[in-house]
């Protein structure tokens, strides 16, 4: 007998784009406009204008967590469930950003994080660039004690909602049709 | 008999009917998942890593799984939800009713869950008027036009899109006629949106949950689970026990694998994890301006509804226990060439779909379920692969197999007395035992041909072989070698003749090098190669000699591969420690076991490790290597590849190849190629996962149709490759693509032997 011989028959395939010399947040943005999601990249002071670029009217938010960032004016916070259905856009905060598969956390609150980020058909996930983690293993491990300690629930959202159920893939089933993600600099910057 | 003959047309008809009516619609999506699949996981660096993780995790969790359900009981109970362990599928359901009776609902939206469908939680509440509403767009097509799921991720896969649209403007009768998906989706989403704001009671199921925070992962695409648990301030979860995990980091292998596996997906748009009683504010459209009120999270209910319904019984049954694991991806279903072709309504039992199917109904709906379909699986084993947990879906297949042949009467054994030998007890279908016994029939061949070819041939043989064994008529039998390939390697010489030949091959390399090439080789006689494919043994001892190895062909016992695809497993064990026996002293004279037929070679490497002491399987399955692969060890090693034939002239050059499911299982298929493309030949590879015709499968009567339909499509895409020569590797692919195809298929070996 001889050592048995394999063949790697991936070999030649390129192995994600996933490159090691890339950043996780260069990453993150490139896996998230494959995903269909739109990142814009600002400086810490510069969310809030962009924010009012991307609130499409009626708007519904949920606060955002950070001092200095904050909702447009016309993003209803604490909305009813009428403005939740008619919203065009609503906003709120995401926990992390996983760079592998572009993905954002969101975080259900009880000021509503979680119906915000699903009735309206444009989302607009804000990030902080301190926030966003290479792969899914770090994501979920970061959040291990929430879930222990804190009951936390929190949605791994990747793209616009989809369905293919009709037939051929459709965007906007029934969650967002549209995502946005704003990710502005961490406190290094 | 004619019951049976009967029963075989019916399903035949079966068959006949779902692959015009559903066919077209299931492949083109489950091909599509299976592209997906492939594509995804081979982005994924880590993929093999996670399997093992995965594997690990959900062997650990169901063997501390009472342990956990009370860990899980503690942990829900003290955040203020509720636990009830439902023995069976009544007691569940009596159970959610008197929730929702509780709740004074009187509609409960629902997203897509298996575990409701098995149970039929729908049919309970609505017996006592409760409207219950599928929120997922295919289960609420499947909830309108009164069907059941035909797959476990995308249930609706074998509609088309023409089709909901005409079933939606007849039952709906919207304004404008709908047509195109994304007006369907649009109409579906409006209307959904209605009854969800009006529910009371939210139910799901659960992909996951995890004993140490009480978190259930839901995965969707669409958010329709997410408004089901958000909007309600009631939510009931129903999941099988085997759905739990310790502790939230065990998610996350199966986090990266599931979409992968199942629909082709990196991740789906949703993955949900919920620590019910969750945070969020009910979203109470009764009062549709009022503001959300944070405090009302502190009134939402959860009740976990977790169902054994046969599942602790399963994990002490040693085949069953396996299933358990199953993470219900999908990935087995979409890479099965007959589930490709024929869908979950044929492939499928009670509730349950797809190769895993045969373990979960057998398990929860009983063998009767199981065995309605259980035939389906052929054993190719490429599910194998893609299964993110590494279950052994073929051998669950072969053992509930095994167990429906015991639970059977015998009633026509005499008929096939003599013939068959096995040491399986009366009781297996006469079908199975003709096919489980090919050894006999091949010897008994070769012994008599040409008669035996002739007497096969001639009408009145094959119609009775129709009506009482269902040995479609259509189909060419196998010829019959007289002279078998042990008798022919006898007649030129044996043992001493090839060791001479080996010496001389070697002595006119000339160069003294080639010292680790001095290998001496047991050929395996498999029963096609020595009575029926004769040629392509011929060819291997040529091309082993030629390249300087010592070659004998001995006569062996066959591998028990014919009576394992049929359920017998104590004749497949017999063999197998007949093999075994004649093995042993080749494997002391420190000869390797060099296999032509694939099929042979699973069997050493894989079910042997089942049939045989561990340590005998071990040897066997060490030192047993497919023939191309042994040629491509060899050349890496030094051997000359100018003593083995190249292509003539550069028409000659293109080859158009069809690797054996199981040889491209263990991982076989690569060397081939990469033999042939150093001789210089260009090969394109098909991308069939089966050829279709699965050892007996394609012979049998009610399976016919279904085999030419998975055969023919291998055929269009050879004929694509529009090249010189046809290669196939096994037995079956060879009969399948020889008849059905323009092509008179040859093993690779013949192609490269010196001429």
Partial sequence: ?189 | MSSESDSRQQKAARIRELMATEGDAVQTNTEGFNRGRYESVSRLGEYEELKTEARAIKEDAIERLPELVEELRETVEARGGHVYLAEDAADANRYVEEVVADRDAERVIKSKSMTSEEIEVNDALEARDVDVVETDLGEWVLQVADEAPSHLVAPAIHKSREGIAELFNEVFEPEEPLSSAQELTMFARDRLGELIADAEVGMTGANFITADSGTMMLVTSEGNARKTAVVPDTHVAVAGVEKIVPSVEDLDPFVELIGRSGTGQDITSYVSMLTPPVESPVVDFDRPDEPIDPDSADDREFHLVLIDNGRMAMRDDPELKETLYCIRCSACANTCANFQHVGGHAFGGETYTGGIATGWEAGVHGQDSAAEFNDLCTGCSRCVDACPVKIDIPWINVAVRDRINRGKDGELDWLVEGLTPDADPGGVDIQKRLFGNFETLAKLGSATAPVSNWMADIGPSRAIMERVFGVDSRRDLPEFQRETLVDWFEKRGGEAASTERARQARAARGDGNGGDLERRVVLYPDLYTNHVLVDRGKAAVRVLEALGVDVHVPPMPSSGRAPLSQGMIATARSKAEAVADAAAPHLLEDRDIVVIEPSDLAMFQGEYERLLPEKTATAIGENSYEILEYVFGLLENGADDGVLSGPAGDTDASVAYHSHCQQRTLGLEAHTVAVLDRLGYRVTTSDAECCGMAGSFGYKREYYDLAVDIGDDLCRQLEAADASQVLTSGTSCTEQVGSLGDDDPIHPIELIAPR
Avoid: N
């Fill in chain 1, 1 to 189: 007998m001889w050592p048995r011989l394999e063949i790697d028959s991936s070999e030649g395939i390129e192995v994600s784009d996933s490159a090691p010399q890339t950043s996780p947040i260069d990453r993150f943005c490139t896996r998230s406009r494959t995903v269909g999601v739109d990142v814009t990249r600002v400086p810490r002071e510069d969310v809030s204008a962009t924010l009012a670029e991307l609130c499409e009217p009626p708007a519904v938010g949920a606060p955002l967590p950070w001092t200095d960032v904050s909702l447009p004016e016309s993003a209803t916070t604490m909305p009813t469930p009428a403005e939740l259905e008619d919203a065009r856009t609503g906003i709120t905060a995401a926990v992390s950003g996983v760079a592998d598969y572009g993905s954002v956390l969101i975080r259900s609150t009880p000021d509503g994080v979680e119906p915000v980020s699903l009735f309206p058909d444009r989302h607009v996930a804000v990030l902080c660039e301190d926030d966003v983690v290479p792969d899914m293993a770090t994501a979920i491990g970061e959040q291990g004690e929430a879930f222990r300690e804190e009951a936390a629930s929190l949605i791994v959202a990747t793209g616009p909602s989809a369905t293919a159920d009709m037939g051929e893939l459709v965007t906007g089933a029934h969650g967002p049709k549209e995502v946005h993600v704003v990710l502005f600099g961490g406190e290094g910057r």
